[in-house]
């Protein structure tokens, strides 16, 4: 039987589209139960590829026949043995192109808003890491928000629209992934953004994100307002674009709150954090979308793909916004905490411009769920 | 440790070097000891993972140089 190779964007589209699929995950029982492709309407079956080094045999009757069948392994190599063992013994399968290295990597972009004068609004999705960045055009200009380390992924995107990076803004400095911010502005000539309060270790020039800076984009004047808003580090920054929409960085997501504790300071920044979510945001309009840096499971995902969801919903429906008693939101965000991102103190390391790894140590560090939030 | 065999799987990505660490171990007897030499890092999870579900021990593992050294016991 032949065997398809399917692209990472191939199975997001699966995922996007809520579609079946069957996936067999031949990595460590370790790794899968950590971290692996989520769909709504996906079945799995978890068994290391050193398991069927004599045969596929075992398994057979576990497999489908009536719905598309993929392999999964971390780099892609174990899949295809798998896959060619499945097509001998007769079966139709797939596996995935790059593994989960590949699907860790793959950004979709999807469209969130038409803004007023032809300005548009975009989200990044990436679904192997649960990161969200953001384009903002207007005008002929673009500025990026949160921008993950694949900076080719926006700086194309930006020529098929016939926009030109003017501004790039990172709302804090990340634990979880590896900006790219600093590479899109070095490539394009934009201004790079950092909260001062976040930068203190940088070994590079910036310019300071600061409270209310007001920036205009392209020649409609878009504008992109931020506001000071810690907790998940000292010097967090959400940005108001529109007067529509509220960019929360790693402070407010869909279904949870930001950590307060990857950068070492749980205890510190914990009142910051209270006053963000209790106080900052309540002086906003309801009315705002908010739209985080993460999700954490698919369920957060709308029926487009999007991640984004009223700022007075929020208000009602979120567990982190609902806690009335200060000493009980301070243990939720301090204790029983769950496990930090993969290599989160290099990665940080890496923001700060202090280390540069080589392309594959990066994907390296980056394996694995964001777990930037408390639920 | 009298090691009875050794395997170099270095340079060698997954799913060779378990695959010839396993056909290796197919050969020595309960109770030996196989030498691996490889330098995927995913060999730092999997190589267990795989003594583990055969019942094998690993008595010793390192690095040096780059290079990752299992000594794995046949049970």
């Known amino acids: 039987m032949t065997i398809s190779k399917w692209t990472a964007a191939q199975v997001a589209r699966k995922v996007i589209d809520n579609e079946e699929l069957f996936i067999l995950d031949v990595r460590n029982k370790d790794a899968f139960e950590d971290w692996k492709i989520e769909g709504h309407k996906f079945e799995y079956l978890n068994i290391p590829y050193f398991e069927l080094l004599d045969g596929v045999e075992k398994i057979l009757p576990q497999l489908p026949t009536n719905k598309d069948v993929i ?8 899949s295809v043995m798998v896959a060619e063992m499945l097509s001998e013994a007769g079966r139709e399968v797939a596996y995935l192109e790059g593994g989960m290295k590949s699907w ?4 979709e972009p999807i469209k969130v808003a038409d803004l007023e004068n032809g300005g548009e609004l975009y989200q990044f999705v990436r679904l192997g890491k649960g990161c969200l960045s953001y384009m903002v055009t207007s005008g002929g200009e673009a500025a990026i928000i949160d921008a993950v380390r694949f900076s080719d992924v926006f700086t194309n995107f930006a020529k098929e629209k016939g926009v030109q990076i003017k501004h790039v803004f990172d709302t804090h400095l990340h634990a979880d992934h590896i900006s790219g911010g600093r590479d899109i502005a070095a490539e394009t000539g934009a201004t790079y953004y950092l909260p001062p309060k976040d930068a203190t270790e940088v070994v590079f020039d910036y310019t300071p994100l600061t409270d209310g800076l007001n920036v205009k984009i392209g020649a409609t004047q878009m504008d992109v307002n931020a506001l000071y808003s810690p907790g998940h580090t000292i010097g967090s920054t959400s940005f108001v674009i529109d ?28 009142g910051d954090l209270r006053e963000t979510l209790y106080t900052r945001y309540r002086e906003l309009a309801e009315d705002l979308i908010v739209l985080p840096a993460h999700f954490m499971t698919i369920d957060e995902l709308n029926e487009d793909g999007t991640v984004a969801r009223r700022l007075g919903d929020l208000f009602k429906e979120n567990h982190g916004l609902n806690i009335e008693d200060e000493d009980e939101f301070r243990r939720t965000v301090t204790e029983n905490l769950p496990p930090q991102p993969n290599a989160y103190e290099q990665i940080r390391q890496v923001n700060m411009g202090k280390i540069a790894p ?3 140590e990066q994907t390296e560090m980056e394996i694995g769920p964001n777990r930037c939030a408390v639920r | 440790m009298n090691i009875t065999k050794t395997i170099d799987a270095t340079g ?3 799913p060779m070097p378990i695959v010839k660490t396993k056909k290796a171990m197919d050969t020595i007897n309960s109770g030996e000891i196989l030498e691996v030499l490889a330098t995927d890092q995913g060999t730092l999870s999997d190589i267990p993972a795989w003594a583990k579900s055969g019942g094998h021990t690993i008595l010793e593992q390192k690095t040096e140089k780059d290079v990752l050294y299992f000594y794995i016991q046949k049970a």
């Open chain 1, 358 to 360: 080589s392309h594959d």
């Open chain 2, 12 to 14: 060698l990505s997954c």
């Open chain 1, 71 to 78: 392999v999964v392994c971390a780099k892609e190599g174990s």
């Open chain 1, 243 to 270: 007067n529509q929409y509220l960019l929360t960085g790693d402070i407010l997501f869909v279904d949870s709150i930001g950590r307060p504790d990857l950068a070492g300071l749980a205890e510190d920044w914990v």
């Open chain 1, 104 to 107: 860790s990597s793959y950004l």
